[in-house]
């Protein structure tokens, strides 16, 4: 099991960038698979974006490609999702996610291991 504690949430207006980052203990940071999802109040938890142990691999859902950007750093343990050009849209708790598994994965149910999130407001 791995502890992820995110940062980098923020108020924000539309067009704007922010940055999160997510810090993993407890594990062999580069044995993990490493999601973004986030969840908009009365919605359910979707994806955004996932990178395989490695970081070879990557994918984003079609509503922030483009504009979001998922990296990882395996020498400090840290998955980062880079956000630009946010819409009003965009505004939820964006949670990081691991699962112990080198390939990316995009459910929910595939990630064992959460953050506790940090919220993103995109204001129009």
């Known amino acids: 099991q791995v502890q992820l504690v995110e940062s980098g949430g923020g108020l924000v207006q539309a067009g704007g960038s922010l940055r999160l980052s997510c810090a993993a203990s407890g594990g062999t940071f580069s044995d993990y698979a490493m999601g973004w999802f986030r969840q908009a109040p009365g919605k359910e938890r979707q994806f955004v974006a996932a990178?395989?142990?490695?970081?070879?691999?990557?994918y984003h859902a079609d509503s922030v490609k483009g504009r979001f950007t998922i990296s990882r750093h395996n020498s400090n343990n840290t998955v980062s999702l880079q956000m630009n050009s946010l819409k009003p849209e965009d505004t939820a708790v964006y949670y990081c996610?691991?699962?112990?598994?080198?390939?990316?994965?995009?459910?929910?149910?595939?990630?064992?291991?959460w953050g506790q999130g940090t919220q993103v407001t995109v204001s129009s």
């Open positions: 996610a691991a699962r112990f598994a080198s390939g990316i994965a995009l459910q929910t149910s595939q990630f064992p291991d």
């Open positions: 990178i395989s142990s490695s970081g070879t691999a990557t």
